[in-house]
């Protein structure tokens, strides 16, 4: 039975980039445009990992985060900012809102792969 991951990315062309890795991964991919639909989509879906962007057109992917992580019915899901905010400090901000893991974009196939695979019961990935 293959994962399921849901992406929150409102970028199209990180979307597709996103969804071919995840793809050749062996992953399957639910796809949120925006932060209140990747809300409802992982109460709706339960998915076993979230890959979040953190610059959404509604609410950003720190207040997704956030909502989720304080739902019983999904605080239990591994949340990963995938981001382009790549500052002094931006990691631990969004740790601290609730991401259990960063990547900072431009992301490479090997380092989301690798993360991925971690979170759901692999080897530690030295970015983590």
Same mark, same amino acid.
């Given at each position: 039975?293959? *994962?399921?991951?849901? &992406?929150?990315? +409102?970028?199209? /062309?990180?979307? %597709?980039?996103? %969804?071919?890795?995840?793809?050749? !991964? !062996? &992953?399957?991919?639910?796809?949120?445009? +925006? $932060? /209140?639909? $990747?809300?409802? #989509?992982? #109460?709706? @879906?339960?998915?076993?990992?979230? #890959?979040? +962007?953190?610059?959404?057109? +509604?609410? =950003?992917?720190?207040?997704?985060?956030?909502? #989720?992580?304080?739902?019983?019915?999904?605080? *239990?899901?591994?949340?990963?900012?995938?981001?382009?905010?790549?500052? *002094?400090? =931006?990691?631990?901000? @969004?740790?601290?809102?609730?991401? =259990?893991? &960063?990547?900072?974009?431009?992301?490479? %196939?090997?380092?989301?792969?690798?993360?991925?695979?971690?979170?759901? !019961? !692999? =080897?530690?990935?030295?970015?983590?």
């Amino acid at each position: 039975m293959s *994962h399921v991951i849901l &992406y929150v990315e +409102d970028n199209p /062309q990180n979307m %597709r980039l996103v %969804r071919k890795m995840l793809k050749g !991964g !062996g &992953y399957e991919m639910i796809e949120a445009p +925006d $932060g /209140q639909t $990747g809300v409802r #989509l992982a #109460l709706e @879906f339960k998915p076993d990992l979230i #890959l979040m +962007d953190i610059n959404l057109p +509604d609410i =950003d992917g720190l207040e997704a985060t956030r909502q #989720l992580k304080s739902n019983p019915k999904c605080d *239990h899901i591994p949340i990963i900012a995938l981001t382009a905010n790549a500052m *002094h400090g =931006d990691r631990e901000r @969004f740790i601290e809102a609730g991401c =259990d893991g &960063y990547i900072a974009k431009p992301i490479t %196939r090997n380092e989301l792969l690798n993360t991925i695979n971690y979170f759901l !019961g !692999g =080897d530690k990935p030295a970015n983590v």
